[in-house]
C-alpha cells in the first residue's frame, strides 16, 4: 500500500511546474512527511498521556497541526473536503503562515539537541515549491493515508524512502551525492564493528545512510535493555551537513529508521578549525563518504594545517582529528588519492 501511495505522489508531483526531477520530488515530499510525522507522533503521545492521567502540551500550536489545514475530519473520521484549504488559499497559508511560523522554532528551542530545533532548521532552509495549491492539497491528502504509528509501518516507509534516495542517485544534478551503495556501506560497518555506547559520526552525512544502516546493525544486537535503546536514541549517532536539502533528507531517513531526534547539524564541516577539535569532539567511529574533487576557498584552507583547495584532502585531516585515539574509521575516498603529495602530508600530521 505505502508503495503505491509514493508512486501516487510523483505522479502528481510531476504534473507541477515547480517540481522538475527526482531531487524536488523528494525534497517536496520530505517535508510534508515531516509534519504527517510529526502529528503522528504527538497524538501517539497524547494518548500515553491520557493513560497515565497527564496532559500533553502539544509542540506544534493549533492552527498549524497536520488535522487543522492539512487533512482536517468530519465528526466520523472520514476527510472533511468542505474545511479543507485549496487552491490559492492552500498555498497561500504555507507560503505566508506555516512556513513562517515553523521556522522560528529554531530562535524558540533550549538547543540544536532538540525536536523543536530541528522543525526550526528544516523549514528555514527549504521553500515550498509545489505551485498550484490544488496539487499540493492532493499530495497532502495521499500523505494522510500514510501512519507512522508501528514499527512494522515506519520500517516499511523506511525501505520506500531509501530507495527514492537511491533513486535521486540517478536523477542528474549532482544527485548521486546523496547516495552511496548500501552494500558498501555495510561493508564498511562490519569492518569497523561499531559497539552500544560508542560514539558514531558522519562529517559528510548526505543521507545519512552510513548512520540508519549502523543503527540497524546496533538494534540486531542481542539482549538489547532499556538505557541500551535509549543510548541509541540520544548519545550514538552524529553527523554534519552543508546542504539544505541533504540535510532535510538525512533526517527525514533517521527518523523512518526509528531515531527520533537525530543529532545531525546543519553546518559547514570544512567551516570548522581543526586546532579547536578537544577530546570530547573526538569519537569513537567514523563512517563517511566525503565528497571529493571540490576546490575550497582560501579562507577554509586556513583551518587546517595541510592548506589544499582538494576537498577530499581537507575532510580526511577533519577525520583524523575527530577520531579518538584507538578508534576505528573506514572512510571512502578515490583511487587516485592514497598517491597524491597531501596523502604523504597527512602521514605525517597523523
Same mark, same amino acid.
Given at each position: 500500500m ?5 508512486k501516487?505522489?510523483d ?12 531531487l524536488?520530488y523528494?525534497?517536496q ?5 515531516? @509534519?504527517k510525522?510529526?502529528?503522528?507522533l504527538?497524538? $501517539? =503521545? %497524547? &494518548? ?6 497527564? !496532559? ?10 497536520w ?6 475530519k468530519?465528526a ?7 474545511n ?12 505566508a503562515? @506555516? ?7 529554531? $530562535? =524558540? %528551542? &533550549?538547543?540544536?539537541d532538540?525536536?523543536?530545533? !530541528? ?6 532552509e527549504?521553500?515550498?515549491?509545489v ?5 499540493l ?12 504509528r ?6 516499511e516507509l ?5 530507495t527514492?534516495?537511491?533513486?535521486m ?7 548521486g ?11 564498511m ?14 562529517g ?7 548512520l ?63 586546532n ?23 579562507e ?22 575527530h ?5 576505528h ?5 578515490k ?6 603529495t ?9
Amino acid at each position: 500500500m505505502f508503495e503505491q501511495v509514493f508512486k501516487n505522489i510523483d505522479d502528481v508531483l510531476h504534473k507541477d511546474a515547480g517540481c522538475t526531477s527526482e531531487l524536488d520530488y523528494a525534497e517536496q515530499t520530505s517535508w510534508i512527511l515531516f @509534519l504527517k510525522y510529526l502529528d503522528d507522533l504527538e497524538r $501517539q =503521545k %497524547a &494518548d500515553e498521556a491520557e493513560l497515565v492521567g497527564k !496532559k500533553y502540551e502539544y509542540i506544534i500550536d493549533t492552527p498549524y497541526r497536520w488535522e487543522s489545514w492539512a487533512a482536517p475530519k468530519a465528526a466520523d473520521g472520514t476527510f472533511d473536503h468542505n474545511n479543507a484549504l485549496t487552491g490559492d488559499d492552500l498555498r497561500e497559508f504555507v507560503d505566508a503562515k @506555516l512556513f513562517p511560523y515553523l521556522k522560528g522554532f529554531k $530562535q =524558540k %528551542a &533550549d538547543s540544536p539537541d532538540t525536536i523543536e530545533y !530541528k522543525i526550526g532548521e528544516i523549514f528555514g532552509e527549504i521553500r515550498n515549491k509545489v505551485q498550484s495549491g490544488f496539487t499540493l492539497r492532493d499530495v497532502l491528502e495521499r500523505v494522510d493515508e500514510l501512519r507512522f504509528r508501528s514499527q512494522k509501518e515506519k520500517h516499511e516507509l523506511s525501505h520506500l524512502y531509501e530507495t527514492r534516495i537511491k533513486n535521486m542517485g540517478n536523477a542528474g544534478r549532482n544527485g548521486g551525492e546523496y547516495y552511496t551503495p548500501r552494500s558498501l556501506i555495510r561493508a564498511m560497518i562490519q569492518v569497523t564493528k561499531p559497539e552500544i555506547g560508542e560514539r558514531i559520526y558522519d562529517g559528510a552525512v548526505g543521507s545519512a545512510g552510513f548512520l540508519c544502516e549502523a543503527y540497524e546493525y546496533l538494534r540486531a544486537s542481542k539482549d538489547l535493555t532499556t538505557s541500551d535503546l535509549q543510548t541509541l536514541q540520544q548519545r550514538t549517532f552524529y553527523g554534519k551537513e552543508k546542504k539544505s536539502l541533504a540535510y532535510v533528507i538525512a533526517i527525514m531517513n533517521m527518523i523512518l529508521h526509528g531515531i527520533e531526534t537525530p543529532n545531525i547539524l546543519h553546518t559547514n564541516t570544512l567551516a570548522e578549525n581543526i586546532n579547536d577539535i578537544q577530546e570530547k569532539d573526538r569519537f569513537d567511529v567514523i563512517l563517511a563518504n566525503p565528497p571529493f574533487g571540490g576546490k575550497q576557498r582560501k579562507e577554509v584552507q586556513q583551518n587546517f594545517p595541510i592548506k589544499t583547495g582538494e576537498t577530499a584532502s581537507l575532510f580526511l585531516q577533519h577525520f583524523v582529528k575527530h577520531l579518538k585515539a584507538g578508534g576505528h574509521a573506514a572512510i571512502v575516498i578515490k583511487n587516485t588519492f592514497l598517491s597524491n603529495t597531501d596523502m604523504g602530508a597527512i602521514y605525517q600530521e597523523c
